[in-house]
């Protein structure tokens, strides 16, 4: 158990839906990362945050967006959904803002697009 | 920009070893290696960075040549326990952040 903790693990919803994903990371880590994981592909980057604030970001789609709360807690929503957005979806988190250290993952969330 | 890795997969017995090789294209900061069992969240392995520095934890180990902008992680007297897919990740200098992923090479292990 990496301390990261997503939901909810399992989502499907139809195409031009809208979904949030939620990610809590380990108690004490200011960065939250997205990933997205695509059948057998690697993990693309999408966005990172600390301390609330945008830090990077990678491929994200303009129909995506995510934010962190005061609480450090982030949530990744995706909207206008297409088959192609089907994916498993990893949160990880770290203490600092850079990539010093290793990246705590979730469990994930698999969304399944109709 | 993606990194490369080969091979793409590789079958070993027990006790066999393995090499993975990560490649980019541009001068790289740092090579993380993380390693994914099949319907599990990814797992650190390590971190180096540039300087041609070797790691090791356990019986793996790495290394980062930055002169050809490459990494490989190498794998002695494999167990079952190490099957699953092992993704490299490279960091370019002033990206902040960016940890960009390979697509992984699927390593199984057998009896």
């Known amino acids: 158990d990496s301390g990261v903790t997503q939901t909810p693990k399992h989502l499907i919803t139809a195409t031009g839906q809208r979904v949030t994903l939620r990610c809590s990371p380990r108690?004490?880590?200011?960065?939250v990362y997205w990933y997205q994981q695509s059948l057998d592909q690697g993990l693309q980057f999408l966005i990172q945050y600390y301390n609330g604030e945008e830090r990077a970001k990678g491929n994200i789609l303009e129909r995506f967006s995510a934010q962190q709360f005061p609480d450090l807690h982030s949530e990744l929503n995706l909207s206008s959904l297409e088959l192609g957005d089907s994916a498993l979806y990893f949160c990880a988190s770290s203490p600092g803002g850079d990539l010093t250290g290793e990246l705590f993952f979730g469990e994930g969330s698999r969304l399944t697009v109709l | 920009q993606q990194p490369v890795q080969s091979p793409q997969a590789v079958i070993l017995r027990e006790g066999e070893d393995a090499v993975i090789n990560c490649s980019s294209s541009k001068a790289l900061y740092s090579v993380h290696w993380y390693r994914q069992k099949h319907g599990e969240a990814p797992v650190f392995l390590m971190i180096l960075l540039k300087g041609g520095e070797q790691k090791g934890h356990d019986k793996i180990s790495a290394s980062f040549n930055e002169k050809k902008q490459q990494s490989s992680l190498y794998l002695t007297a494999s167990q079952l326990s190490y099957s699953g897919t092992y993704f490299c990740?490279?960091?370019?200098?002033?990206?902040?952040?960016?940890?960009?992923f390979g697509t992984g090479t699927r390593l199984q292990v057998t009896l």
């Open positions: 990740g490279t960091e370019l200098p002033g990206t902040a952040s960016k940890l960009t």
């Open positions: 108690s004490g880590d200011l960065s």
